[in-house]
């Protein structure tokens, strides 16, 4: 199975390197490429993998790609315009916050993410003041410890083996038991 994985250049995501390094057959894509290359790269793929920042509207870029334009908003590398392509994909995996309400919203199939507590910052934001780095650090690695160890997978299994390991770091790790409840496949 081939798989394009989309991860925006950015090193307060680059801990999500992690998930996709057990994968054999990928092209990975930080930034450099337009959308109409991301476009053609969907098409010449079995899987796609996108992780980084976003929103419900998508991926965010985050200046990464070229000739952007501004159809859908210009700061997403992955928007609405790539749904008929993704729609086409049994098994993706998106996380980024609020990929819930992309994936919901356009009946897509895969592993996906709600809103994703991954720096300290967003724990405040969701409601959880005088969370440490080191809170965030051990929810972030230890999910995408486990989430690489299933990647190869289907989804089914992705899903239930990350919410049976992940969940033993939530029952003390405050930031983890967020995340964790906002993981979901489709």
């Not at 609405?80 to 993706?92: A, F």
């Not at 934001?125 to 965030?136: A, I």
């Not at 190869?152 to 967020?178: C, F």
Request: with cysteine; net charge negative; charged share 20%.
């Amino acid at each position: 199975m081939k798989t394009l994985i989309i991860h925006p250049s950015d090193g307060s995501t680059s801990f999500l390197d992690i998930v996709y390094e057990p994968i054999p057959d990928k092209t990975v894509i930080t930034g450099g490429v337009s959308k109409a290359d991301i476009m053609n790269l969907i098409r010449e793929h079995d899987r796609v993998m996108m992780m980084g920042h976003g929103s419900p509207g998508g991926l965010f870029s985050v200046g990464q790609f070229t000739n952007m334009g501004s159809s859908y908003g210009g700061g997403y590398i992955i928007d609405q315009s790539m749904v008929p392509l993704l729609s086409e994909k049994d098994n993706s995996v998106f996380i980024w916050c609020n990929a819930d309400k992309f994936v919901n919203t356009f009946k897509l199939r895969g592993f996906y993410s709600g809103m994703f507590i991954s720096e300290v910052g967003e724990a405040l934001y969701c409601g959880l003041p005088g969370t440490q780095q080191d809170e965030v650090d051990e929810s972030n690695y230890g999910f995408v410890n486990i989430l690489s160890k299933y990647i190869n997978e289907d989804t089914n299994t992705i899903h239930d083996k990350v919410l049976n390991e992940y969940g033993l770091i939530a029952e003390e790790n405050p930031v983890a038991l967020y995340n964790h409840n906002r993981l979901y496949k489709f």
